[in-house]
């Protein structure tokens, strides 16, 4: 069996940072595997602009983005198998790979880092009501057969879920010539970006309802309508309150999940984010296994992916030379206001930055965060608003963190 030092799952844009970092920290036996014909993951599909302003300071297109990346891969000479998927890892960290040339291969790592990305909600998972007709499609698949093979999934289009995909696609569809009648979220707020819904829904006067979400699918064979009704706070349907709307298209943005299948294989510990619970590295439970991007939790941002892929890269690097902090764990807990945070845990030894991610559970203005540890306040920072939509963050630098001895918490406060 070949030894591999470094294995990374998924070469999207995760992937490939956590391959550039670790291999400019040392790291030269290390194999990206990804299952698609390109490197890029996701931003393959993303024709939009809107990529790269934290990281470039300049605005790309996804496929701009992702190819500075690539670019990088290949002047660092690091190995990648396309058109090559990951079945299987063991936690002593075997892993099982097949394409069409090799048949099935196991290899050896001696680490592992997991950055296969996010899958999206369907009609089956959100139990949508009605008839099972075609014509209901998610958001990223229809980006994927307009963008990428140049079919427009349908011309009269409701979109259900606010997030950011369904949002440009709102726009996108109607540049190629279909009438988006609506956006419907069940919440009282939009989950997309402020900027997706200024420059997606309002500049081109797509309607967004709020509270509102298909109490039923009506198709024999092609969807015919939708019935949108207001919800109560409960998220019940409230009678009395149905609009049928026409329509051919239903197109659902309704979440994304990550893609743990593997991880769960091995019975790795998970968060309430559906990905593994990492320290601050990236390392799961799992000894010499990192985790990183969608896989790890659903990020609006690309540009926070491609860090987030360096730490995991960094992690594994110090692990490869024996340098990861040891020490015990300490862990992070949610406190008022949060919904969840990463990473879950930090080394008690750890002589680094930390940065703490997470998201808010409501729209909320005017608030502080503060992380605190052992009743002791370690950083307030004032936001004049946080919504869930966006990722939150908190770095502390390295001086703070010496600072905390027992359990973190992070939490809102109001001014
Ligand atoms: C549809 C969509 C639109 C978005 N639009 C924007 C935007 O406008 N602006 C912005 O900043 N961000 C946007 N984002 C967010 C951001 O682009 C993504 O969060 C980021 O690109 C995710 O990178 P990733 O590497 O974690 O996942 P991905 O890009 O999904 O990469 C994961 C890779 O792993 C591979 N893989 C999975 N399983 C296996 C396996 N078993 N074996 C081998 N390979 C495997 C997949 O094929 C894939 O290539 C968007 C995200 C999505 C989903």
Known sequence: MENIDLVIIGGGSAGMAAAIQAKKEGVDNLLIIEKMNVLGGILNQCIHNGFGLTEFKEELTGPEYLQRFVDQIHQMDIHYKLNTAVTNISKDKVVTFSNQEDGSVTVQAKAIIMATGCYERSAGAIQLPGDRCSGIITAGTAQKYLNIHGYLCGKRIVILGSGDIGLIMARRLTLEGAKVI??????????????????CLNDY???????????????????EKVVLSAVDEKLNFIPGTEMEIPCDTLILSVGLIPYVSLLEN????????????????METAVDGIFTCGNCLHVHDVVDFVTDEGRLAGHGAALYLKHLLPSDKSIPVS???????????????????????????????KDVYIVVESDHQVISK???????????????????KISQIKSEVVIRLEGR
């Not at 091995?266 to 590295?281: C, L, W, Y």
């Not at 949060?338 to 998201?359: A, L």
């Not at 919504?387 to 939150?392: K, Q, T």
């Open 182 to 199: 609506c956006v419907s979220e069940i919440m009282p707020y939009s989950n997309g970006l402020n900027r997706n819904i200024a420059q």
């Open 205 to 223: 006067q797509i309607p967004l309802y709020l509270s509102r979400s298909v109490s039923r699918v009506i198709g024999k064979g092609r969807l």
């Open 381 to 399: 920072i004032f936001k004049p608003a946080l919504i869930p939509s966006e990722m939150a963050m908190v770095k502390l630098d390295s001086q």
């Open 266 to 281: 091995i019975d790795t510990p998970m968060s309430s984010t559906k990905g593994a619970i990492v320290s601050e590295h």
């Open 334 to 364: 949610l406190g008022e206001g949060i919904s969840y945070v990463v990473p879950q845990n930090i080394k008690s030894d750890n002589r680094e930055d930390i940065t703490f991610k997470f998201r808010v559970k409501k729209p909320i």
